[in-house]
């Protein structure tokens, strides 16, 4: 018998492979100095390790808790407490998720309806306007400025409408490195006062703030926190981006409805990953040296670029470093990127893949969550590089 084979009609139709996929195979083919992912290609503590391998020997191999387990949600409230100054119930208004992306999927599927309208700001991390989207929902992107990638206040002002649900912050921003002060704060509260807006707020790289600045997030001005869905990424505090394990804080309204998309989405994280970090949190150094640890590395790779052709772009957190061409060259930057690893053996990404109209600022992005050997030499490969 012959079946004719079943069609189905897309809901995101133009999305493809992602760059990240198509960089990592041409880097892999050409044996590249990896530059372009966003995880670290060193080692995690070893004691993270033994803490995972202990809650599996001590039999902790089940569902865990549908809302996380107790002890780390405890930790995650001390840990707000402390740095930012605000408290959250541990039992309302803590979720652990299965990565951030988990609860940006979940956060976004709970609380926006069809029709409702979604600002975000490009370059952006690529899943917001996707899950936005699936919700029949519009996606609004706002453009940052080139070189310092600000937010236009102004433009957000007038972009929103009756319909406008939801702000999607990023700080520190992948992939510009730029950080929210605490006047951009003010803004935003000021915009969204006597609104249901609410903030999705990205802040996976809240550890990662350099030059003894604080990190702005929305748990640290009382106004935001109430209408702010934050979320956390223990993958990329703990260089362990592969375990999967992230979570979101928000106030008991929001969090219930956040809850009931996480029921049925993961019913629970992975629980040896979350007995371990509850344990390995106990040691608030464990997070709080990140900034230094990220500091060092970026420092190292800006050093070692001196002699680059590029003009880099301040970064002020994230593990990511902006450099520009532009003053050398028009080329599309998607073919420097291309040729900068057939050539000089170094992968990095295009900024344009940020964008969803393919904005070319002539702009690359590069990752130092690597190595000291591969920053120097991954930064010496881009010394060599040369524009016509
Ligand atoms: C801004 C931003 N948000 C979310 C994520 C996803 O984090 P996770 O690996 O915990 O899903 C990333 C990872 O690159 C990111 O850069």
């Known amino acids: 018998m012959i079946h004719t084979p079943v069609s189905s009609r897309t809901k995101l139709d133009d999305v493809g ?10 880097s892999s083919r050409y044996k590249a ?18 803490g995972v391998t202990r809650a599996m020997e ?18 995650i409230a001390e840990k707000i407490q402390n740095v930012y100054g605000r408290s959250y119930d541990v039992e309302r208004e803590i979720l652990v998720t299965a990565s951030a992306s988990q609860g940006i999927y979940s956060t976004i599927s709970a609380l926006v309806h069809p029709g409702d309208e979604v600002i975000y700001f490009e370059p952006s991390f690529d899943s917001y306007a996707p899950i936005v989207r699936l919700q029949g929902a519009k996606a609004i992107p706002l453009k940052l400025q080139a070189p310092d ?24 921003h992948n992939p510009t490195g730029q950080v929210l002060s605490q006047a951009d704060l003010d803004e935003l509260a000021a915009i969204t006062r006597n609104t249901d807006i609410v903030i999705l707020s990205d802040e996976v790289y809240e550890h990662i703030v350099f030059d003894d600045k604080p990190h702005c997030g929305m748990a640290t001005h ?29 106030p008991q309204a929001l969090m219930d409805e956040v809850v009931k998309v996480h029921q049925f989405l993961m019913f629970s994280a992975d629980t040896p990953m979350q007995y371990a970090f509850a344990e390995y949190m106990k040691d608030p150094q464990t997070y709080l ?29 994230s593990f990511f470093l902006l450099a520009s061409y532009g003053h050398l060259s028009q080329e599309k930057d998607s073919d420097v990127v291309t040729r900068l690893i057939k050539e000089q053996g170094v992968a990095t990404i ?7 109209d393919g904005t070319d600022n002539k702009v690359i992005r590069l990752s130092f969550a690597k190595d000291d050997a591969t920053i120097i030499a991954g930064a010496q490969a881009l010394c060599r590089a040369r524009f016509d």
Not at 33 to 50: R, T, V, W, Y
Not at 151 to 167: G, H, L
Not at 289 to 317: N, W
């Open 33 to 50: 100095i990896n530059l372009s992912q966003g995880a670290p290609n060193f080692a995690c503590d070893s004691e993270l390790i033994k």
């Open 350 to 356: 295009p900024l344009s893949a940020f964008y969803t």
């Open 149 to 172: 990638f600000g937010i236009n206040w102004d433009e957000v002002r007038a972009t929103i409408t009756s319909k406008t649900k939801m702000i999607i912050i990023n700080t520190p």
């Open 58 to 75: 001590n039999n902790h191999n089940q569902y865990a808790v549908m809302t996380g387990y107790g002890l780390l949600r405890e930790r």
């Open 17 to 26: 492979t992602t760059i990240f996929s198509v960089i990592g195979e041409l």
């Open 289 to 317: 040296h990140l900034a230094k640890f990220y500091q060092h590395k970026r420092d190292l790779m800006i050093s070692s670029l001196a002699d680059s052709p590029f003009e880099l772009i301040p970064s002020s957190g």
């Open 222 to 250: 009382s106004e935001l926190a109430a209408r702010s869905v934050i979320i956390s990424s223990f993958g990329k505090t703990f260089h362990v981006t592969g375990w999967r394990v992230g979570y979101c804080v928000a």
